[in-house]
């Protein structure tokens, strides 16, 4: 599957470079959603930031439509916290940092893969997401926005990571609010219509 199978090109509006300070707006396309899974893309301008967030629960299959996009992504190491930390800080080991450009694919997994990841736009991207099951509230799929700390940052009483490996390792807090200079818009998807058999 390519850009012009979904009827997206870079030189549409939706991945223009804006002159504020704000960080871009992304631009989300719906393309199917039924109880088992939801499809969509992420359209990206260059700088565009998809914060820090988590699939609980969820299998996700991404791929990199066209572009280029700087991906973190974290499992959880263990299920370490400290009366020391702030409330909610967790110990995370970052299983990818890097940069790809398309076409490139993951898969995340429940419990290994990056399963929480961050995208930064490098030039203007498209991402097509395929998540089973999909996000929802009343069945514990609630997507949560988290901070991520320097490991150095927090008390490591109890927790043993060797000196050299500290650098792939973060303490991630769950945000109270979703991240304020997030602004997602939905799109028009103007490609071929999905439809159940």
Same mark, same amino acid.
């Given at each position: 599957?390519?850009?012009?199978?979904?009827?997206?090109? !870079? *030189?549409? /509006?939706?991945?223009?470079?804006?002159?504020?300070?704000?960080?871009?707006?992304? $631009?989300? @396309?719906?393309?199917?959603?039924?109880?088992?899974?939801?499809?969509?893309?992420?359209?990206?301008?260059?700088?565009?930031?998809?914060?820090?967030?988590?699939?609980?629960?969820?299998?996700?299959?991404?791929?990199?439509?066209?572009?280029?996009?700087?991906?973190?992504?974290?499992?959880?190491?263990?299920?370490?916290?400290?009366?020391?930390?702030?409330?909610?800080?967790?110990?995370?080991?970052?299983?990818?940092?890097?940069?790809?450009?398309? !076409? *490139?694919? /993951?898969?995340?997994?429940?419990?290994?893969?990056?399963?929480?990841?961050?995208? $930064?736009? @490098?030039?203007?991207?498209?991402?097509?997401?395929?998540?089973?099951?999909?996000?929802?509230?009343?069945?514990?799929?609630?997507?949560?926005?988290?901070?991520?700390?320097?490991?150095?940052?927090?008390?490591?009483?109890?927790?043993?990571?060797?000196?050299?490996?500290?650098?792939?390792?973060?303490?991630?807090?769950?945000?109270?609010?979703?991240?304020?200079?997030?602004?997602?818009?939905?799109?028009?998807?103007?490609?071929?219509?999905?439809?159940? *058999?």
């Amino acid at each position: 599957m390519t850009e012009r199978d979904v009827g997206l090109s !870079p *030189n549409m /509006s939706c991945f223009g470079r804006t002159t504020t300070d704000q960080l871009p707006r992304i $631009t989300y @396309l719906h393309l199917h959603e039924c109880d088992k899974f939801s499809i969509g893309i992420f359209c990206l301008p260059p700088s565009a930031v998809l914060p820090l967030h988590n699939h609980p629960g969820m299998t996700v299959f991404s791929k990199l439509l066209f572009g280029t996009m700087h991906i973190k992504s974290y499992d959880w190491a263990v299920d370490v916290t400290s009366d020391a930390n702030p409330p909610g800080v967790r110990l995370a080991k970052v299983q990818v940092n890097s940069d790809f450009t398309a !076409p *490139n694919t /993951s898969i995340l997994y429940p419990a290994d893969g990056g399963n929480m990841h961050c995208f $930064t736009a @490098l030039t203007p991207c498209a991402v097509l997401d395929v998540l089973g099951p999909p996000y929802c509230d009343p069945e514990g799929r609630h997507c949560a926005y988290y901070l991520d700390f320097p490991f150095s940052s927090f008390s490591v009483d109890g927790v043993s990571v060797p000196e050299e490996e500290r650098e792939r390792y973060a303490w991630l807090q769950e945000r109270e609010e979703n991240p304020e200079d997030l602004t997602v818009v939905g799109g028009m998807y103007s490609g071929p219509k999905i439809v159940d *058999n």
